[in-house]
């Protein structure tokens, strides 16, 4: 069965303070995994797009990995504006989401 | 282009009531995805359709219907609602492929009482 699982659930990071969020699956023949960004109230938007083992993604202080088994989405030297919920979501015809990781920048 | 559009915004409906959630885009994608997110959870897909008359379950597709009769829109309809789906509805399409992204409506706001 198709699996998404996101670690930590929530995290508190000091502004500067530099972390990583965890998007582990077990899916038979992943064509892609993403990371997308939801603020309170809104839809998710969308940050990466990962198809490969070993492939690597920047967007400004964000920075994806991906490896045969979990993704990675490091955060360097936060800011406040960070804070929001990150969900990893993987793909063949479905999209399945895993519950996210509600981030906390405090100043 | 407006993207994916999602109407009502909110509502509150009455146990037993019924409704159709809305949902148009206009990048003519064909995969379409319903998702309910409830509180402090993630998303939990509810029907998916990969073209125009083709539509299938998702991981929670009970107490809801869906149908495809064209591209562009893919209505959500919820029969003899419970308060069980008390939830936020989000509605997303994407291009054919593997490995494409998602465009997500703002979401319906439900609350049945």
């Known amino acids: 069965e198709d699996q998404v699982t996101q670690s930590p659930e929530a995290l508190r990071l000091q502004e500067g303070e530099s972390s990583s969020l965890n998007c582990s699956y077990t899916?038979?023949?992943?064509?892609?995994l993403f990371w997308y960004r939801q603020d309170p109230g809104k839809g998710p938007e969308f940050l990466f797009t990962?198809?490969?083992a070993g492939e690597e993604k920047e967007k400004e202080r964000l920075k994806a990995t991906l490896t045969k088994k979990e993704s990675f989405l490091h955060i360097t030297a936060p800011k406040p504006e960070d804070s929001a919920t990150y969900l990893c979501?993987?793909?063949?015809?479905?999209?399945?989401f895993g519950t996210g990781t509600s981030l906390t920048v405090i100043p | 282009n407006a993207g994916v559009t999602q109407t009502p915004k909110f509502r509150i409906l009455k146990i037993g009531q019924s409704m159709t959630l809305q949902c148009t885009q206009d990048?003519?994608?064909?995969?379409m995805y319903w998702y309910r997110q409830d509180p402090g959870m993630g998303l939990k897909l509810i029907y998916y359709?990969?073209?125009?008359?083709?539509?299938d379950k998702g991981e929670v597709p009970n107490g809801y219907n869906v149908s495809r009769s064209t591209t562009e829109d893919f209505p959500l309809r919820l029969e003899l609602a419970a308060p069980s789906q008390t939830s936020v509805y989000f509605c997303?399409?994407?291009?054919?492929?593997?490995?494409?992204?998602?465009?997500f409506g703002q979401g319906t706001r439900l609350t049945v009482v």
């Open positions: 997303a399409s994407r291009d054919r492929g593997g490995n494409t992204e998602a465009f």
């Open positions: 899916v038979s023949g992943l064509r892609g």
């Open positions: 990962l198809y490969s």
């Open positions: 979501a993987v793909t063949g015809n479905q999209f399945y």
């Open positions: 990048m003519n994608h064909n995969y």
């Open positions: 359709s990969v073209g125009a008359g083709i539509t």
